[in-house]
């Protein structure tokens, strides 16, 4: 295999690649830290409606599940050369999977899975990780007018 042809930049090596060899077009890392912090804000809205006085590492216990399960949505979608700030249907497979993987490994943790939670979570997520994809397309296809 011969050397690639002239210097690799630095940024090469922390962007992700495809199985493809293609890389997904734009900075990667900005819907994946906008998901995040919806994520967050699940976890603080947890805490101030069911723990209120407890130390903000109870945020940590809330988030992780569906933080772990975000991250690895975003990954699997970036190694497959798809952008993960497109609403649909990359969005979409984001938002299922940091659901039902978040779900999951809570359950596994020991966490509750009651019914009222498993909406409102459901909900939430849709409503923060689909809306910030919407309002993006939106402001985008305006700005493109």
């Given at each position: 295999m011969d050397a690639p042809a002239g210097p690799v930049p630095p940024s090469a090596t922390l962007d992700p690649v495809s199985t493809s060899g293609q890389r997904p077009p734009g900075?990667?890392?900005?819907?994946?830290?906008?998901?995040?912090?919806?994520v967050l804000a699940l976890a603080v809205g947890g805490r101030r409606a069911h723990e209120p006085g407890e130390?903000?590492?109870v945020l940590l216990t809330i988030g992780w599940p569906f933080a772990v399960a975000a991250v690895l949505a975003h990954a699997l979608l970036l190694l497959a050369g798809r952008p993960t700030g497109r609403l649909w249907p990359e969005g979409?497979?984001?938002?299922?999977?940091?659901?039902?993987?978040?779900?999951?490994?809570?359950g596994l943790s020991g966490r509750g899975l009651a019914p009222a939670f498993l909406l409102v979570a459901l909900g939430f997520l849709a409503l923060t990780m689909l809306g910030w994809r919407g309002v993006r397309r939106m402001?985008?296809?305006?700005?493109?007018?």
């Amino acid at each position: 295999m011969d050397a690639p042809a002239g210097p690799v930049p630095p940024s090469a090596t922390l962007d992700p690649v495809s199985t493809s060899g293609q890389r997904p077009p734009g900075r990667w890392w900005w819907p994946v830290l906008a998901d995040l912090l919806c994520v967050l804000a699940l976890a603080v809205g947890g805490r101030r409606a069911h723990e209120p006085g407890e130390a903000v590492s109870v945020l940590l216990t809330i988030g992780w599940p569906f933080a772990v399960a975000a991250v690895l949505a975003h990954a699997l979608l970036l190694l497959a050369g798809r952008p993960t700030g497109r609403l649909w249907p990359e969005g979409g497979a984001v938002l299922l999977a940091t659901y039902v993987v978040g779900m999951a490994l809570r359950g596994l943790s020991g966490r509750g899975l009651a019914p009222a939670f498993l909406l409102v979570a459901l909900g939430f997520l849709a409503l923060t990780m689909l809306g910030w994809r919407g309002v993006r397309r939106m402001t985008s296809r305006r700005s493109a007018s």
